[in-house]
C-alpha cells in the first residue's frame, strides 16, 4: 500500500489512455468496489465484500482482478483519472494564465478533499494513503511536480508567463504547498472556502509567475 498513491498518479499521468473501456462485469466490479471502499475503508472490506455487493461470484471478481491489492490499485487509479480530467475542465474555463494558477490550485484541493473515496480515506484511514505521499522518497511529489511544470512550460510556450520564470521551482513549491494543505488540517485558512482559497493563491502563488 505505500507506493498505491505514487503509482496510480504515474500511471494517469504518463499513461492518460492506459485503462482503456471496461467489460459490463469490470465496471460493476469497479463501481462495487468504490462503494465499499467509501463506506467501510479499504482495510475492512474483503473481495467477498466487493463480490456480493457487484452481485458476482468471488471466483469472478478473483478473474478480473488476482487480488485486493491489484482491486485497490484500479478503483485509486480511476479517481485519479477523474480528478486530473475535473483539473483539466477547471482550468480551461480561466482566460488569463493567473487565472488558470488559481483555478487550479483551488481544484487540486477541492477535487481531492471531496472525493468520496480520496479524501475520506485521508480523513478515515489516513495511514493508508498518506505514507504514499511522505514514505516513498518524494516520488508521488514528484510525479505531480512534473505535471504541473508541464502546465507551467506551456504557458511559456505561449507566451502567457515570462520564459524566465523557473517553473521547475514554481511547480516544486505549488505541489509542496497543495500536499501540505491536504496532509495536515489548516487552524488558520478554511479550506472549505473556495473565495478563500482563491485569494489566498492570487496573494501568493499568482507572484510566483513573475521573472
Keep these: 500500500m505505500e ?4 503509482r496510480a498518479l504515474a500511471e494517469v499521468l504518463e499513461q492518460p489512455d492506459a485503462d482503456g473501456a471496461h ?3 469490470t465496471t460493476r466490479l469497479l463501481d462495487a ?3 465499499q471502499f467509501c463506506r467501510m ?14 452481485g458476482v461470484s468471488r471466483i469472478t471478481a478473483y478473474r478480473r482482478f488476482t487480488n485486493k491489492d491489484a ?3 484500479q478503483v485509486v487509479r480511476r479517481e485519479f483519472r477523474r480528478y486530473f480530467d475535473q483539473f483539466l475542465i477547471d482550468i480551461s474555463e480561466a482566460r488569463t494564465a493567473a487565472d488558470r494558477v ?15 473515496l480520496i479524501g475520506g480515506l485521508m480523513a478515515v484511514e489516513p495511514d493508508v494513503l498518506l505514507p ?13 511536480q512534473r505535471f504541473v511544470a508541464g502546465q507551467l512550460r506551456r ?3 505561449t507566451g502567457h508567463i515570462s520564459a524566465e520564470v523557473d517553473v521547475e521551482v514554481v511547480a516544486e513549491l505549488m505541489t509542496r504547498l497543495c500536499a501540505s494543505f491536504l496532509v495536515i488540517p489548516s487552524h488558520v485558512i478554511d479550506l472549505d472556502d473556495d473565495e478563500q482559497l482563491r485569494a489566498l493563491a492570487r496573494r501568493f502563488i499568482v507572484p510566483m509567475l513573475e521573472p
Design 71 to 73: 482491486l485497490v490499485a
Design 132 to 144: 504514499s505521499m511522505i514514505g516513498d522518497g518524494g516520488q508521488t511529489l514528484s510525479t505531480v
Design 41 to 54: 475503508g479499504i482495510r475492512r472490506s474483503t473481495m467477498e465484500d466487493v463480490a456480493r455487493r457487484a
Design 23 to 25: 467489460d459490463e462485469v
Design 102 to 116: 488559481v483555478a487550479g490550485f483551488v481544484s487540486s484541493l477541492q477535487v481531492i478533499r471531496r472525493n468520496p
Design 33 to 35: 468496489a468504490f462503494d
Design 3 to 6: 507506493s498505491l498513491l505514487g
Design 155 to 157: 504557458e511559456q510556450a
